[in-house]
Each structure stands twice: as structure tokens, then as C-alpha cells.
């Protein structure tokens, strides 16, 4: 069974919707809707925005659900000239831009207790997604995708992400997290995201004309997914 998460409801009703008959089981205060999508099962939920929300649904949906593969669906502010409003993002891996432990040396972003800073996403699904993409006509871009509990709203702090993650396509507050639990627990994840703002100082008006359009240029990739 496939996982899927967005973090705010314009994230997850276009997959809620379009279930047949879902069985739904509330855990931890969050809805957990199970049954079919374009005919394969899955668990979709809306886990609410930032690191640890996210974790608390990827963590019960491996435990309680036994899902197979996680997707993370939904929206992000783009850190690279070449990934514009309603582009696709889809992750080749993760990492969490505001974990920051360098005071005792370590690099930013870094894991204590996994040794590592950057997760990686399962390459098959990425393929798997970037195809659909790809005859849906979208611009697609994969690469690594940043998640912390911030929105990025200004050159101040897109710079200081990049300065650690020079390579960083777009940032969130969710993926990153999916990716760790995903990590510890030896699932494999994706992350799609479909651009939404730029990250920058323009980012608070953005945010608010384009999210909607935004997430449904990721939920109608999800459900091409599924349907391939
Ligand atoms: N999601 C969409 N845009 C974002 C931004 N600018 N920062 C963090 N998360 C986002």
C-alpha cells in the first residue's frame, strides 16, 4: 500500500475526493482514509504543516498502515532560477535545512543520531513520476529538496540555506521529516512538489495567488502515478 501526505487540505482533497468508499480511522487527531485510488491502495492523510506534524503521520502510517512507499505531496518555494511557478520538483533526496548542530562542529543540516545529512529518495518512483511528468507536458526537475520549520520569505534566508545547500531545487516544511522517518525505518519515499512562490521577499504574496493551482499540478501527478 502506498502512503500519501500533504500537509494542508488544497494538498490532500483532490485525492480524498476521488477515493472510493475510504475507510477512515483518526490516530493522534489526524484523518487517515484507506482504500483505493485510481484503483490501488492507499492511505492518504493531511498531517498539517512542519517537521514534527509530518513525522507523527509518516511514523503511523509505516507502524499502524505498513505502507510500502511514502509520497509527499504538495506545494514549495523554489530556490533555483531554473524551477518556476508550476514546476515540478521530485526529490532525489532530502535533508533538513534548519537542523543546525554546527557549534560543536558538524555540518549544517547533519543527523547526530543517523550520521548523515542528506536521506535518499526511492530512484524508481522518482523515474516513475518524472515520466508521467514528462507526458503531462510539465516542466520537471529532480534533485534535493529542503524542508525546516520556517516559510522562506526573503533573500536573507534563501541565501543562508543555499550557502549550505548550493544544489537545493526547492524548499518546504515537511519533506525532509518524511524522508528521516522514512530513512530510520527502511521505507522508501518520494517528494513532489509543484512550485508555488520563489522563496523570497515576494514569496508572502505568492504563496496565496498561486498554492491552490499549485497543488493540484501535484495531486494530478499523484493520480497519474497511480493510474501508470
Ligand atoms: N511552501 C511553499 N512555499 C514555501 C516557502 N516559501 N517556504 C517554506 N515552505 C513553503
Same mark, same amino acid.
Given at each position: 500500500?502506498?502512503?500519501?501526505?500533504?500537509?494542508?487540505?488544497? =494538498?490532500?482533497?483532490? #485525492?480524498?475526493?476521488?477515493? =472510493?468508499?475510504?475507510?477512515?480511522?483518526?490516530?493522534?487527531?489526524?484523518?487517515?482514509?484507506?482504500?483505493?485510488?485510481?484503483?490501488?491502495?492507499?492511505?492518504?492523510? *493531511?498531517?498539517?504543516?512542519?517537521?514534527?506534524?509530518?513525522?507523527?503521520?509518516? *511514523?503511523?502510517?509505516?507502524?499502524?498502515?505498513?505502507?510500502?512507499?511514502?509520497?509527499?505531496? @504538495?506545494?514549495? @518555494?523554489?530556490?533555483?532560477?531554473?524551477?518556476?511557478?508550476?514546476?515540478?520538483?521530485?526529490?532525489?533526496?532530502?535533508? &533538513?535545512?534548519?537542523?543546525?548542530?554546527?557549534?560543536?562542529?558538524?555540518?549544517?543540516?547533519?543527523?547526530?543520531? #543517523?550520521?548523515?545529512?542528506?536521506?535518499?529518495?526511492?530512484? %524508481?518512483?522518482?523515474?516513475?513520476?518524472?515520466?508521467? %511528468? &514528462?507526458?503531462?507536458?510539465?516542466?520537471?526537475?529532480? @534533485?534535493?529538496?529542503?524542508?525546516?520549520?520556517?516559510?522562506?520569505?526573503?533573500?536573507?534566508?534563501?541565501?543562508?540555506?543555499?550557502?549550505?545547500?548550493?544544489? %537545493?531545487?526547492?524548499?518546504?516544511? =515537511?519533506?525532509?521529516?518524511?524522508?528521516?522517518?522514512?530513512?530510520?525505518?527502511?521505507?522508501?519515499?518520494?517528494?513532489?512538489? %509543484?512550485?508555488?512562490?520563489?522563496?523570497?521577499?515576494?514569496?508572502?504574496?505568492?504563496?496565496?495567488?498561486?498554492?491552490?493551482?499549485?497543488? *493540484?499540478?501535484?495531486?494530478?501527478?499523484?493520480?497519474?502515478?497511480?493510474?501508470?
Amino acid at each position: 500500500m502506498t502512503g500519501i501526505i500533504g500537509a494542508m487540505e488544497m =494538498e490532500v482533497q483532490g #485525492l480524498v475526493e476521488r477515493m =472510493e468508499e475510504p475507510c477512515i480511522e483518526t490516530i493522534s487527531g489526524i484523518k487517515f482514509y484507506q482504500g483505493r485510488l485510481m484503483g490501488k491502495p492507499v492511505v492518504v492523510a *493531511q498531517c498539517g504543516v512542519g517537521k514534527v506534524a509530518a513525522a507523527v503521520v509518516a *511514523q503511523t502510517m509505516i507502524l499502524r498502515y505498513g505502507v510500502d512507499l511514502l509520497v509527499n505531496t @504538495g506545494v514549495a @518555494g523554489s530556490l533555483s532560477k531554473d524551477v518556476r511557478i508550476f514546476d515540478l520538483v521530485i526529490s532525489t533526496e532530502t535533508a &533538513e535545512h534548519d537542523m543546525d548542530t554546527s557549534p560543536l562542529g558538524d555540518e549544517i543540516g547533519y543527523i547526530s543520531g #543517523l550520521g548523515i545529512v542528506r536521506m535518499k529518495a526511492d530512484e %524508481a518512483a522518482a523515474e516513475s513520476f518524472a515520466r508521467q %511528468a &514528462e507526458a503531462m507536458g510539465i516542466n520537471v526537475r529532480r @534533485g534535493l529538496v529542503v524542508s525546516g520549520d520556517q516559510f522562506i520569505a526573503s533573500e536573507q534566508q534563501r541565501i543562508k540555506i543555499k550557502s549550505s545547500f548550493p544544489d %537545493a531545487l526547492c524548499a518546504e516544511m =515537511e519533506g525532509a521529516s518524511i524522508g528521516h522517518v522514512c530513512y530510520q525505518n527502511s521505507v522508501p519515499f518520494c517528494i513532489i512538489r %509543484a512550485i508555488s512562490d520563489n522563496a523570497d521577499g515576494e514569496a508572502d504574496m505568492d504563496f496565496p495567488s498561486f498554492a491552490k493551482k499549485a497543488s *493540484q499540478v501535484s495531486t494530478q501527478l499523484v493520480l497519474k502515478y497511480l493510474e501508470g
